[in-house]
C-alpha cells in the first residue's frame, strides 16, 4: 500500500479540513499520463516540524484513529462503554459535529479512496471508491438515517456486509474471511502501517524483536548489522534463553531462576485461569503449557581490547541505541515490503546523523526499491538545510501551527516562493515559515523572586541521599 493523501476535520486540535498529501502538487490527473508511472510523482517521506503542543502528534494521532477503526471497531471497540470519538473539544459546534477522515491510496497500482466520519454514537458515514480505468467509481456507500436506520449500497459483484451503528464495513469485512475485495483492502489497510511512538511502545516492540530472534524469524545478523551502521559499538548479539516449569501446588519447588515479581504474577494469572475454568475438563497438555515459563534476554557484547568481554543487557544500554533497534528494525521491514513506517519525534532519541539515515534510507532508490514511505514528526531544524543530501524537495517538509483558537494548522513548504540559495533552516527558526513557539522568557523571572516553597527542608535531603 502507498498513501497519496489522508485529509481529517474535527481530529483534536484538527478542528477545519486538514490535508497531508504525498502526491506531489505537479500530478493533475487521477491516474499516471502515458509513458509515466505513479513512482513518479509519489513522495516517499514526509516529515513534519512544528513547536511544541502545535498538533504535529495529533496528525499521526488521527492516521492511527483511522487505522484502529478499521482493525478493532468490529470487535474490541465493541466491548467499549462509548463509542471512541476525539472532536475539537475547544467550540461547541465542534464538540457537537462529526469527525471525517479520508485516505487516498494505491493497491496494486489501483487508486482507492475510503473514509469514514464518527460522533459519539457511532459511525456516520463510510464509503470506497476506486478507479478501475479514468474515473471514479463506488465500490460501497453506507449513511446513516434520521430513522437510526442505515442506507447502503454496494457494487454490482459485491457481497454485502450487515453491520451495527458501531462499527466499519471494512473493520467486519476482516472478521468475515470472504477473501473478496473488501478484505483485502481491509487487511492492507489495518497492516499497512506501522506507527512507531518510543515513548509509548519501545518495551513492547523490544520484546517483540526478542520473540522473533528466539523463533528464528529474524537472524542475529540482520540485528547486529542494523546496530553496526549506527557505529554505537556493539559487535555481536546473543540471546539467553531459559525454560522453566512451575507448580502452583508447590511454589517452593520451582525453579530459583524464576525472579519473585514475575513468579507472583504467574501463580495470581493460573489462579484467575484455575477459578475461570472450574467444573471443565483440562487436559494434562494444557495444564502443562499454563505452567511453563519462557524466559528470554538480550546480551550485547562491544567492541573491547578484553579477548572475552562480558555481555551488557538492555538495562546497560542507552536510550539512543535502544530507539535505533527499534526504529531501524521498523524501516527494515517497511523497505522489504514496501510498507509505510509513521514515527513521532525521532530525533527525541536518535542522534541527528541517525536520523539523517533514516531518511536517506526511504529516499535512495536503491535502497527503497519497493516505494516504502515515512512519515515523521521532528524538532530538529537541521534537516531543513539538509534536503539535498537527504534526498528531500520543498514538498516533502511540512509545518505546523496553532492559533490562538487552539486549531492547528498545517502546510507545505512548498507552498512558500523560494529560491535555491536560502537558509531554510536560519528562516525557519527566525519565525519567517510560522510553526515555531513564542516564547516569553521575561515571565519566567518573577518565578525566580517568588518561591513559597523550601526547597531544602531535612526530607528533601534524605530523599536525595536514598537515591
Not at 494505491?106 to 469514514?116: A, C, E, K, M, N
Not at 553496526?228 to 530459583?256: C, F, M, T
Request: some cysteine; proline content about 3%.
Amino acid at each position: 500500500m502507498k498513501i497519496l493523501s489522508f485529509r481529517v476535520k474535527n481530529h483534536k486540535s484538527l478542528r477545519d479540513e486538514t490535508a497531508l498529501e504525498l502526491l506531489d502538487p505537479s500530478f493533475k490527473t487521477l491516474t499516471p499520463s502515458s509513458g509515466k508511472t505513479w513512482d513518479d510523482s509519489i513522495h516517499t517521506v514526509a516529515g513534519i516540524f512544528g513547536a511544541n503542543a502545535s498538533g504535529k502528534s495529533n496528525l499521526l494521532d488521527a492516521l492511527w484513529y483511522f487505522i484502529a477503526a478499521v482493525r478493532y471497531s468490529s470487535t474490541s471497540w465493541q466491548n467499549r462503554d462509548s463509542f471512541p470519538y476525539a472532536p475539537f473539544k475547544l467550540d461547541q459546534k465542534s464538540r457537537d459535529s462529526e469527525s471525517v477522515y479520508e485516505l487516498d491510496f494505491l493497491i496494486d497500482d489501483v487508486r482507492y479512496r475510503y473514509g469514514f466520519s464518527t460522533s459519539e454514537q457511532g459511525i456516520v458515514f463510510e464509503y470506497l471508491d476506486y478507479i478501475p480505468n479514468k474515473r471514479w467509481k463506488k465500490i460501497f456507500t453506507r449513511e446513516s438515517m434520521d430513522s437510526g436506520e442505515y442506507k447502503t449500497s454496494f457494487a454490482a459483484g459485491i457481497q454485502k456486509v450487515e453491520v451495527t451503528s458501531r462499527e466499519l464495513i471494512l473493520s467486519r469485512a476482516l472478521t468475515l474471511k470472504r477473501n473478496d475485495v473488501i478484505q483485502n483492502i481491509s487487511e492492507k489497510i489495518s497492516n499497512g502501517i506501522d506507527f512507531v511512538f518510543l515513548a509509548k511502545d519501545q518495551k513492547s516492540r523490544i520484546n517483540s524483536i526478542v520473540r522473533d530472534l528466539d523463533n528464528k524469524s529474524i537472524s542475529f545478523e540482520e540485528i547486529e548489522s542494523l546496530l553496526q551502521i549506527a557505529d554505537i559499538g556493539i559487535q555481536k548479539v546473543k540471546l539467553w534463553r531459559h525454560e522453566s516449569e512451575y507448580d502452583p501446588n508447590n511454589p517452593n519447588s520451582s525453579d530459583s531462576n524464576i525472579p519473585p515479581k514475575i513468579l507472583f504474577d504467574l501463580m495470581r494469572n493460573l489462579s484467575s485461569a484455575q477459578d475461570s475454568n472450574q467444573g471443565d475438563e483440562t487436559s494434562s497438555t494444557e495444564k502443562r503449557s499454563l505452567q511453563k515459563l519462557i524466559q528470554r534476554r538480550l546480551e550485547f557484547i562491544h567492541h573491547s581490547s578484553d579477548t572475552n568481554p562480558s555481555p551488557l543487557y538492555l538495562r546497560d544500554e542507552s536510550d539512543g541505541t535502544l530507539a535505533w533497534l527499534v526504529v531501524s528494525f521498523a524501516a527494515l521491514k517497511a523497505i522489504r515490503s514496501g510498507g509505510i513506517v509513521c514515527g513521532d519525534e525521532l530525533d527525541s532519541s536518535l542522534h541527528p546523523y541517525l536520523v539523517y539515515l533514516l531518511i536517506r534510507l526511504f529516499t535512495d532508490k536503491s535502497i527503497n526499491t519497493q516505494g516504502a514511505q515515512l512519515i515523521f514528526t521532528t524538532h530538529d531544524a537541521t534537516i531543513l538545510n539538509q534536503q539535498e543530501k537527504l534526498g528531500l524537495t520543498y514538498n516533502n517538509i511540512w509545518f505546523t501551527e496553532k492559533n490562538r483558537e487552539g486549531v492547528t494548522d498545517l502546510f507545505s513548504l512548498g507552498d512558500f516562493p523560494h529560491k535555491e540559495d536560502k537558509d531554510i533552516e536560519r528562516l525557519y527558526l527566525s519565525g519567517v515559515y510560522g510553526a515555531v513557539p513564542f516564547t516569553a522568557a521575561s515571565l519566567f523571572k518573577p518565578l525566580v523572586d517568588f518561591s513559597p516553597f523550601d526547597y531544602t527542608t531535612k526530607g528533601d535531603i534524605d530523599a536525595q541521599q536514598e537515591w
